[in-house]
C-alpha cells in the first residue's frame, strides 16, 4: 500500500509520474527529505523530525519549510493509512525545476508498508561492517559547504555503502573517520551500551542528530541507564556489552555481528530491555 499527497493537500496517484524531468531534486539531489515511523497512527518523534527538516533545508540556503502546512499534509497522509498498519512516511523538499526563476519548490508525502526485511532486522538483528567514510571528524567545522549533518536527497555514497556491506556478507556499514573515530550508519545511528550507560558520537562529527536516537535515550533515562553524547573509537565497538542502530524506520537495531566477529550474547536482553522501554512511549 502506498499513499501519496503534495503540500497544498492534493493527494495524487503514487503509480503515475509527478516530478518533472529537470526536477533539481531528481537531476542534482538537490533538496532534503525526513522518513517518519508512524504506529497506532502516531508520528514518532515528530518535532524531532520537523526540526530537523528546517535545519537541513537552512543548510541548503532554501525557504524555511511552512511547519503547520508539513504538519497538515503528514495528518492527510496517516488518515488515509489503515491505522493498526504501521507506516513510513517520507517527506520531500527540493528546490524546484532547473531555471524557473521563482524557485518554486516540489514538496510531498509519501506514505509507504515496512519491508519484511526491515522487520526482520528488528527482530533477529543485524551483520555489520566498519567502512572509512574518507573524512575527519572536524571537517563539518572546517568545511560547512559539504552539507555534514544535513539530510539531502544526495544518498548516492550511503546506498554505494550498504551494497558494499552486502558483497561482505553484511546488512548495514558503520562510518568511521580517517582518524578512527565512529560516525554513524547510512540511514542510522551508532548506539553503544557499556555497563549501565550508552553512548554515541557527537553531531559534531559531521552526523546527523538522530530523531530515533535521542528518543531511545530519553526512554532508557526514565528506565535507570546513563547517556553519554562522546567520541567512539572504533576498536571501542567490540568491547561494549550491546550495540545498536537507531533509525526512524527500523527502529532500534541489535548488531550481532561486526566485521566478521560474533558481538555478545548479552546485546540480545540489553536489546530487549531498551526496545521495549522505546516502544512504551508510543503503546
Same mark, same amino acid.
Given at each position: 500500500?502506498?499513499?501519496?499527497?503534495?503540500?497544498?493537500?492534493?493527494?495524487?496517484?503514487?503509480?503515475?509520474?509527478?516530478?518533472?524531468?529537470?526536477?533539481?531534486?531528481?537531476?542534482?539531489?538537490? $533538496?532534503?527529505?525526513?522518513?517518519?515511523? &508512524?504506529?497506532?497512527?502516531?508520528?514518532?518523534?515528530?518535532?524531532?523530525?520537523?526540526?530537523?527538516?528546517? =535545519?537541513?533545508?537552512?543548510?541548503?540556503?532554501?525557504?524555511?519549510?511552512?511547519?503547520?502546512?508539513?504538519?497538515? &499534509?503528514?495528518?492527510?497522509?496517516?488518515?488515509?493509512?489503515?491505522?493498526?498498519? %504501521?507506516?513510513?512516511?517520507?517527506?520531500?523538499?527540493?528546490? #524546484?525545476?532547473?531555471?524557473?526563476? %521563482?524557485?518554486?519548490?516540489?514538496?510531498?508525502?509519501?506514505?509507504?508498508? *515496512?519491508?519484511?526485511?526491515?522487520?526482520?532486522?528488528? =527482530?533477529?538483528? *543485524?551483520?555489520?561492517?566498519?567502512?572509512?567514510?574518507?573524512?575527519?571528524?572536524?571537517?563539518?567545522?572546517?568545511?560547512?559547504?559539504?552539507?555534514?549533518?544535513?539530510?539531502?536527497? +544526495?544518498?548516492?555514497?550511503?546506498?554505494?555503502?550498504?551494497?558494499?556491506?552486502?558483497?561482505? $556478507?553484511?546488512?548495514?556499514?558503520?562510518?568511521?573517520?580517517?582518524? $578512527?573515530?565512529?560516525?554513524?550508519?547510512?540511514? +542510522?545511528?551508532?548506539?553503544?551500551?557499556? #555497563?549501565?550507560?550508552?553512548?554515541?558520537?557527537?553531531?559534531?562529527?559531521? *552526523?546527523?542528530?538522530?530523531?530515533?536516537?535521542?528518543?531511545?535515550?530519553?526512554?532508557?533515562?526514565?528506565?535507570?541507564?546513563?547517556?553519554?553524547?562522546?567520541?567512539?573509537?572504533?576498536? %571501542?565497538?567490540?568491547?561494549?556489552?550491546?550495540?545498536?542502530?537507531?533509525?526512524? &524506520?527500523?527502529?532500534?537495531?541489535?548488531?550481532?555481528?561486526?566485521? $566478521?566477529?560474533?558481538?555478545?550474547?548479552? +546485546?540480545?536482553?540489553?536489546?530487549?530491555?531498551?526496545?521495549?522501554?522505546?516502544?512504551?512511549?508510543?503503546?
Amino acid at each position: 500500500m502506498r499513499v501519496l499527497a503534495f503540500l497544498d493537500g492534493t493527494f495524487a496517484d503514487p503509480d503515475q509520474a509527478h516530478i518533472r524531468v529537470d526536477d533539481l531534486g531528481l537531476i542534482r539531489g538537490d $533538496g532534503i527529505f525526513e522518513t517518519i515511523l &508512524v504506529t497506532n497512527g502516531v508520528p514518532r518523534e515528530l518535532d524531532a523530525h520537523l526540526d530537523r527538516f528546517a =535545519r537541513s533545508a537552512a543548510k541548503l540556503d532554501m525557504a524555511e519549510p511552512d511547519r503547520a502546512a508539513w504538519e497538515r &499534509v503528514i495528518q492527510q497522509v496517516i488518515e488515509a493509512w489503515p491505522p493498526e498498519e %504501521e507506516l513510513a512516511l517520507k517527506i520531500v523538499l527540493t528546490r #524546484g525545476v532547473e531555471g524557473d526563476p %521563482e524557485e518554486k519548490p516540489t514538496a510531498f508525502a509519501y506514505g509507504m508498508s *515496512i519491508p519484511e526485511s526491515t522487520k526482520r532486522a528488528r =527482530r533477529d538483528g *543485524i551483520a555489520v561492517v566498519t567502512l572509512n567514510r574518507g573524512f575527519e571528524a572536524d571537517l563539518m567545522e572546517r568545511a560547512p559547504w559539504l552539507l555534514l549533518g544535513a539530510k539531502t536527497l +544526495s544518498y548516492s555514497v550511503n546506498m554505494s555503502a550498504q551494497r558494499e556491506a552486502r558483497r561482505r $556478507g553484511a546488512e548495514d556499514v558503520i562510518f568511521t573517520s580517517t582518524e $578512527g573515530y565512529v560516525l554513524e550508519g547510512p540511514t +542510522s545511528n551508532v548506539v553503544l551500551a557499556r #555497563g549501565k550507560t550508552l553512548y554515541t558520537p557527537p553531531p559534531t562529527n559531521g *552526523i546527523l542528530p538522530g530523531t530515533t536516537q535521542g528518543d531511545v535515550f530519553r526512554a532508557a533515562e526514565r528506565a535507570g541507564w546513563k547517556t553519554e553524547v562522546t567520541q567512539l573509537k572504533a576498536d %571501542e565497538l567490540t568491547e561494549g556489552d550491546a550495540l545498536m542502530l537507531a533509525s526512524s &524506520v527500523r527502529k532500534l537495531t541489535r548488531v550481532h555481528t561486526l566485521d $566478521g566477529t560474533a558481538l555478545p550474547d548479552s +546485546s540480545v536482553a540489553i536489546h530487549a530491555e531498551l526496545a521495549e522501554a522505546y516502544d512504551a512511549q508510543y503503546a
